[in-house]
C-alpha cells in the first residue's frame, strides 16, 4: 500500500513559478513509476508529467512541455513537479499518482495509488 501527500499548490500571477512536492509512504516508492495529473473545474483529469523509477525516464503533456520537470528523491520517498511560465490555463487540483509499474506508464488507469489533490491558481 502506498500512501500520498501532496504539497506546495497555492495562489501565484502569470509567468510565475511554483514546486509541487509529492510525499509517499511505503516501501515501495524507489520502484514505482510516479505521475501528476491535474484536473480543472468541469473538465477531466488530464496526465501532466510520468517518471520511471530511478528518474532516468520522463514523460511530459505537449501543454507543460518546457514549462514543467518532474524529479524524484527515492532516498527520499517524494517526487516532485516544478512549474515555470505559468498560466491561467495551468488552474486546476494537482494529483499525485503511483504506480506498481516502475516504467512506462502515463495513462490514468495504469496508476494504482493516488493523492488527495493540491490546488494551483495561476491569476491573470
Known amino acids: 500500500q502506498v500512501q500520498l501527500v501532496e504539497s506546495g499548490g497555492g495562489l501565484v500571477q502569470t509567468g510565475g513559478s511554483l514546486k509541487l512536492s509529492c510525499a509517499a509512504s511505503g516501501r515501495t516508492f524507489s520502484s514505482n513509476a510516479m505521475g501528476w495529473f491535474r484536473q480543472a473545474p468541469g473538465k477531466e483529469r488530464e496526465f501532466v508529467a510520468a517518471i520511471n523509477w530511478s528518474g532516468a525516464l520522463t514523460y511530459y503533456a505537449d501543454s507543460v512541455k518546457g514549462r514543467f520537470t518532474i524529479s524524484r528523491d527515492n532516498a527520499k520517498n517524494t517526487v516532485y513537479l516544478q512549474m515555470n511560465s505559468l498560466k491561467p490555463e495551468d488552474t486546476a487540483v494537482y494529483y499525485c499518482?503511483?504506480?506498481?509499474?516502475?516504467?512506462?506508464?502515463?495513462?490514468?488507469?495504469?496508476?494504482?495509488?493516488w493523492g488527495q489533490g493540491t490546488q494551483v491558481t495561476v491569476s491573470s
Open positions: 499518482a503511483a504506480a506498481i509499474r516502475g516504467w512506462g506508464v502515463q495513462s490514468e488507469a495504469e496508476f494504482d495509488y
